[in-house]
């Protein structure tokens, strides 16, 4: 089915069960319980299985197998936009592509700076703003100047976070909280910069125009399969 064998397995056994625990899945598949568990988890975020708590028992339940094709269809898509791209990023001189590392709040601020001097008056983000907001100590009046600058925002967020409240300067759609994702992206020009949140932070800010790109496609995969919630 074009999965490892591991996940093959268990979603098979998903598909027999129909909806199940965890523990039930395990058995029927014949493998150990908590690789089941990780294994049923990853089907979740990839859309193949969906879950619920019943009598204080996690349970889940085997999406229809269309939905495999769609999400091979939608790889597929995404690979045949990365391709060129990663193919350009291999040919890129070293000498195009910048590095900068933050290791202190200050720094892991400046990402945020940089993006309010877009020269193409865009900026995409990826990550929670509740969680960016608390790490870096609070509001500094970024979304206020980015209005006066003129500057468009397309927001993935997670849930617990705020929407737009100006859709003609900021977009937002909402991804699962199944999603891990301990950090937060922004993508502007041909620059990328990456927060992550974890220990006192740290972060690093991309001038690379090839990985701009693929960092623009993911986002925009992204963006189809969020929910404007």
Do not use: C
């Amino acid at each position: 089915m074009g999965l490892d064998e591991k996940t093959e397995k268990v979603y098979v056994a998903l598909l027999k069960l129909a909806d199940a625990p965890a523990a039930k899945v395990a058995r029927e598949s014949g493998l150990k319980r908590t690789s089941v568990y990780h294994v049923l988890e990853n089907l979740a975020s990839m859309g193949l299985a969906s879950s619920y708590i019943h009598r204080g028992v996690k349970r889940y339940a085997a999406e229809n197998p269309s939905r495999l094709k769609a999400f091979f269809e939608q790889k597929a898509i995404l690979a045949e936009r990365l391709t060129p791209i990663l193919q350009n990023l291999i040919n890129e001189p070293a000498s195009k592509v910048k590095i900068k590392f933050f290791d202190s709040l200050d720094g892991l601020r400046g990402i945020s700076e940089e993006a309010l001097d877009a020269k193409e008056k865009k900026i995409l983000t990826i990550g929670s703003s509740r969680i960016l907001l608390k790490f870096l100590g609070g509001k500094r009046g970024f979304g206020e100047r980015r209005r006066k600058s003129g500057i468009f925002m397309r927001s993935l967020r997670f849930p617990g976070d705020e929407p737009g409240t100006n859709p003609k300067l900021h977009q937002v759609k909402f991804l699962s909280e199944k999603f891990e994702f301990p950090g937060y992206i922004m993508i502007f020009d041909d620059e990328v910069g990456v927060i992550i949140f974890e220990g006192r932070g740290f972060g690093f800010l991309v001038a690379s125009s090839a990985f701009s790109k693929i960092m623009k496609s993911v986002f925009e995969a992204l963006w189809q399969t969020g929910s404007n919630q």
